[in-house]
T-cell receptor, first 115, second 113 residues
Framework: AQSVTQPDIHITVSEGASLELRCNYS??????LFWYVQSPGQGLQLLLK??????LVQGIKGFEAEFKRSQSSFNLRKPSVHWSDAAEYFC?????????????FGTGTRLTIIP | NAGVTQTPKFQVLKTGQSMTLQCAQD?????MSWYRQDPGMGLRLIHY???????DQGEVPNGYNVSRSTTEDFPLRLLSAAPSQTSVYFC????????????FGPGTRLLVL
């Protein structure tokens, strides 16, 4: 069965600093990978996704993520964070049959931004 | 399009009571899913459906029932609520087409006393 690990429960960064959120997955085949963001009291919004091809994917709000098969990782990055980026971030993996009816989520990383 | 809608937004139940969480989507999506979100555990799949009349269990199905009589609706039933079912519940939908993504509803916060 697939699994996702987000090793950082909580990260604090200064506004304007760079950000990297870690995600490692375990899956026997080519995974479909996703990053979602959840603002307090809200649902989940898709930031970006990887299915195949270019291993560096661009998403909304200036985020990007890089798929590294050798490291089983799909880390999320942003060069300069804004106070509005404070939220919880979830990495998820989907089955490669269709990739969209069953997602396995990581436990999330809560991001705090300090002025 | 309203997207994925969920009702109610918040509900308090007593142990042993039953209730149905409603989920509807107006995007003609074939796939629909229910997740629960608990602190420190991320989202876990409860049940999912790949089309009207077809449902299957996810990671944590015990204590929950689902049915899918129409493409639009995918209700989640708690037959006898337990405090362990206190959680935030999210419904999601997506198309059958490969490489599509799930769209999530705003969630239902459930408290079981």
């Amino acid at each position: 069965a697939q699994s996702v690990t987000q090793p950082d429960i909580h990260i604090t960064v200064s506004e304007g600093a760079s950000l990297e959120l870690r995600c490692n997955y375990s899956y026997g085949a080519t995974p479909y990978l996703f990053w979602y963001v959840q603002s307090p009291g809200q649902g989940l919004q898709l930031l970006l996704k990887y299915f195949s091809g270019d291993t560096l994917v661009q998403g909304i709000k200036g985020f990007e993520a890089e798929f590294k098969r050798s490291q089983s990782s799909f880390n999320l990055r942003k060069p300069s964070v804004h106070w509005s980026d404070a939220a919880e971030y979830f990495c998820a993996v989907g089955l490669s049959n269709f990739g969209n009816e069953k997602l396995t989520f990581g436990t999330g990383t809560r991001l705090t931004i300090i002025p | 399009n309203a997207g994925v809608t969920q009702t109610p937004k918040f509900q308090v139940l007593k142990t042993g009571q039953s209730m149905t969480l409603q989920c509807a989507q107006d995007m003609n999506h074939e796939y629909m899913s229910w997740y629960r979100q608990d602190p420190g555990m991320g989202l876990r799949l409860i049940h999912y459906s790949v089309g009207a009349g077809i449902t299957d269990q996810g990671e944590v199905p015990n204590g929950y029932n689902v049915s899918r009589s129409t493409t639009e609706d995918f209700p989640l039933r708690l037959l006898s609520a337990a405090p362990s079912q206190t959680s935030v519940y999210f419904c999601a939908s997506s198309t059958r087409t490969s490489r599509q993504t799930q769209y999530f509803g705003p969630g239902t916060r459930l408290l079981v006393l």
